[in-house]
């Protein structure tokens, strides 16, 4: 699996969890992942990175505390590091993650919401 | 421009050439670019990191020396650090690469297909 090419689409008939991050390609130590966004996520950031989110499919927004980004299938926003956050997918929606391996979902934030980290799929 | 989303596919609109990739966003030291392929690039390799490539619309094939991967529409592959490869691309295609800042195309290879560096669209 890690070094072979990656239908990212097909990925995601493999889970239907929301907000739960499976990693499927390794760069360095960086990591692609793909997620389901539906619904709200909480505030939270990560003090130690910049994170990048691709639209694969669907509608979400990034609200920030200035602004909300919203991003339609192919559009691509890097949060940068410390910068509070706060995802939201209108509709469910298939995203592309990147960011240094280790990085947990909910950042400094206790959540609920925090995921499993490293998970291959 | 470096903090605003980027919509992949309207970037190229805006270039035409081929095996010349250009900056759409930074993530922490590291860069996503774009890049049209067609015909054949040249073998070379990148001794110092792996190298991400996601088709954006198209069809391309990485040739390694064991063997060869081929990537449609949505499908991501990873040339690890060292892995002497050849991209070709039998229909122009759109692609999305990412790698560390400073990584040169052709890599330790001498060629005229090596393209100017770090340049935004």
Redo the contacts between chains.
Sequence with gaps: MK???????ETFKKFDESWSPKV?????D?Q?KVAWFEGEFVWHDHSE????F?V?EGHILIHLESET????E?????V??GLRHKPEAPVKSKVLL???KGVINTGNEQSDLQAENDIWI
């Design positions: 070094e072979k090419s990656v239908n990212l689409k499927v390609a390794e760069l360095n960086y692609f990175t910049d994170e990048a691709l694969l980004v919203s991003l339609s192919g559009e691509l926003y890097i940068k590091k990147f960011e240094p």
